[in-house]
Nanobody, 115 residues
Framework: QVQLVESGGGLVQPGGSLRLSCAAS????????MGWYRQAPGKQRELVAT???????NYADSVKGRFTISKDNAKKALYLQMNSLKPEDTAVYYC?????????WGQGTQVTVSS
């Protein structure tokens, strides 16, 4: 069982930066496939970035070159550094952990990009 708590969201101007954090509880954090997803109003939840057990990363085309996913196994934490933010990045961002066909979600954190 894993519990995930996101933090770091907020209101930022276009071109600004935010760093999201996801704190995980439970055992075997280092064995989980981790990711960030987002859901904008009226839209389906979409993948933003993922990171494998070995540290291989993958990004949605819309965020490549602007967002960076990372994790700290010792701290049981997942991060998303978001730079050059655009209004279309506005969404609720969710942390996800997956292992053995079981998936866990956090409650989400709101990111609003607006002037």
């Amino acid at each position: 069982q894993v519990q995930l708590v996101e933090s770091g969201g907020g209101l930022v101007q276009p071109g600004g930066s935010l760093r999201l954090s996801c704190a995980a509880s439970g055992s075997f954090f280092r064995l989980y496939f981790m990711g960030w997803y987002r859901q904008a109003p009226g839209k389906q939840r979409e993948l933003v970035a993922t990171i494998t057990i070995g540290g291989t990363t993958n990004y949605a085309d819309s965020v490549k070159g602007r967002f960076t996913i990372s994790k700290d196994n010792a701290k049981k934490a997942l991060y998303l550094q978001m730079n050059s933010l655009k209004p279309e990045d506005t969404a609720v961002y969710y942390c996800n952990a997956a292992i053995s066909q079981t998936s866990y979600w956090g409650q989400g954190t709101q990111v609003t990009v607006s002037s």
